[in-house]
């Protein structure tokens, strides 16, 4: 099919189209801000889980429609939590950096039972590899997908791998101008341990069989989508990071205090979430990735694929492991970099999610490109180089920090031309940039005269926010 009227009406009535959904680890405390050490108190309810410690807290937000309705969910699931705990006189410690710390032994293991107590078997060997302190790190993860009718018109339109290899493909709409190599869907997100279902299934031909073609565009688009978030996920860290001060019982029993390593995001940073070793993906095609990831689990220098600690991450339809992607294939995109933000009281600013979408639009419209072992390991260099505080110190690809980040962010403007609203999200991000207003520098201005003491504060008051319903 050549290019046309129907392909830019097709993308522009679905471009912006998605599904969205959160995953937020916080810390039980108490109320003068030490690690709880009570039992999970939500039982089995789907949205509350545990990660890896009892205390660790993963809020899971059901699927949504826009960032609007998503940051809403959030507002009044972590109102309810808040006000539940507050009667047992606990609190979220609203930082990614854990607080005081007694002894590490102290730390409880999430005390997974009966049918889940595999899940406990594994976090024991977590432990065994990373020390529980590491393990207390909290974060944000974004999953997201554009809309499946997008993906099912663009592959109709393109006849699939054709639309694939085309990778600068422009797209005329007026004035405005995009060049798109594929777009990528979502179908089902996990919702609080169980699958949501889309009404769109899986497509079929005409005389009812499974479409193996689409299946296959599908995860091309997935797949060529995750390479680019993975090399240039620094530009999140560098704008969402904000946990740069932590209590120094983090570096040592007995030890307290206040402490600054020198980090905009101590668990994007060196001493953060990362493997202990380098691993290197064949990005090949989905299944030669899937097939290396394989293989550091069966040599055992991976537990298991959920180990692999990197920014992002290919879900299925249904299940988490690596047969359930051979499977069903590729159903949504997770990004795993974004700080527990603690100037805002449920840690994610609306604005910040507005930007990861725009910002994984974006990276569509990029030609695919052979991610090299060399590439790989650059793209985990700019990231760990991000989560620095001082954007002087820091080079991307050997360019100034401020210069790329900039630069990129003109880039998308160029691409957004026209679109009011995404222009006014990626200017806020580059005021960041410019004005030096990030996020680590207003959490480091607030809390280096005393981490522990200020966070207990700020608990507290989102606490009693959340209790007059705010």
């Not at 107590?117 to 594994?122: E, I, L, P, W």
């Not at 899986?202 to 299946?215: I, L």
């Amino acid at each position: 099919m050549e290019q046309g009227t129907a392909d830019s009406e097709i993308f522009e009535k679905h471009m912006f189209d998605g599904s969205f959904g959160l995953e937020r680890e916080t810390l039980r405390v108490t109320a003068d801000g030490s690690l709880a050490r009570t039992s999970h108190p939500f039982g089995d309810n789907k949205y509350l889980d545990r990660d890896f410690c009892e205390n660790q807290l993963e809020l899971i937000t059901p699927v949504c429609s826009d960032t609007s309705s998503l940051i809403e969910v959030l507002c009044e699931m972590d109102r309810e939590v808040k006000r539940a705990l507050v009667k047992s006189g606990e609190y979220l410690w609203m930082s990614s950096n854990p607080p005081h710390i007694g002894k590490e032994d102290e730390i409880m293991i999430a005390d997974f039972r009966g049918k889940q107590a595999f899940k406990r078997d594994y976090r024991v060997k977590l432990e065994s590899r990373y020390g529980k302190k590491t393990m207390l790190y909290c974060g944000i993860h974004l999953n997201f997908s554009f809309s499946e009718k997008l993906i099912s018109s663009l592959y109709d339109a393109e006849n699939g791998d054709k639309a694939l290899k085309n990778g600068n493909r422009t797209f005329k709409n007026d004035d405005k101008t995009f060049k798109n190599d594929a777009e990528n869907s979502y179908n089902a997100l996990k919702n609080g341990g169980k699958t949501v279902k889309n009404d769109d299934k899986t497509v079929k031909n005409d005389d009812g069989t499974p479409n193996y073609g689409y299946k296959s565009f599908k995860n091309s688009l997935y797949f060529r989508l995750s390479k680019q978030v993975f090399r240039y996920a620094w530009l999140l860290v560098m704008l969402t990071a904000a946990s740069p001060v932590y209590d120094s019982s983090l570096d040592g029993d007995g030890l307290s205090g206040t402490a600054f390593d020198g980090y905009s995001s101590m668990r994007g940073g060196e001493r953060g979430y990362w493997n202990k070793f380098i691993p290197i993906l064949d990005y090949t095609n989905l299944d030669s990735y899937i097939n290396s990831v394989s293989r550091y689990v069966d040599s055992g220098m991976l537990f298991n694929a959920g180990e692999l600690y990197l920014p992002v991450r290919l879900k299925p339809h249904t299940g988490s492991d690596l047969s359930a992607l051979t499977r069903h294939g590729v159903n949504h995109i997770e990004l795993r970099m974004f700080d527990v933000n603690p100037l805002s009281p449920v840690g994610i600013f609306r604005e910040d999610l507005e930007f990861a979408h725009y910002f994984l639009i974006y990276l569509l419209m990029l030609p695919d490109f052979e991610f090299t072992p060399v590439l790989q390991e650059a793209a985990i260099n700019n990231y760990k180089a991000a989560a620095r505080y001082n954007l002087s110190e820091i080079k991307i690809n050997g360019y100034d920090a401020r210069d790329a980040a900039i630069g990129m962010l003109d880039d998308m403007s160029k691409y957004f031309s026209g679109y009011s609203r995404a222009l006014k999200i990626i200017d806020i991000q580059k005021e960041k940039i410019i004005k030096n207003e990030r996020y680590c520098v207003k959490v480091y201005e607030r809390l280096s005269e005393g981490f522990q003491e200020g966070m207990t504060a700020i608990t507290k008051e989102y606490a009693t926010r959340a209790a007059r319903g705010k």
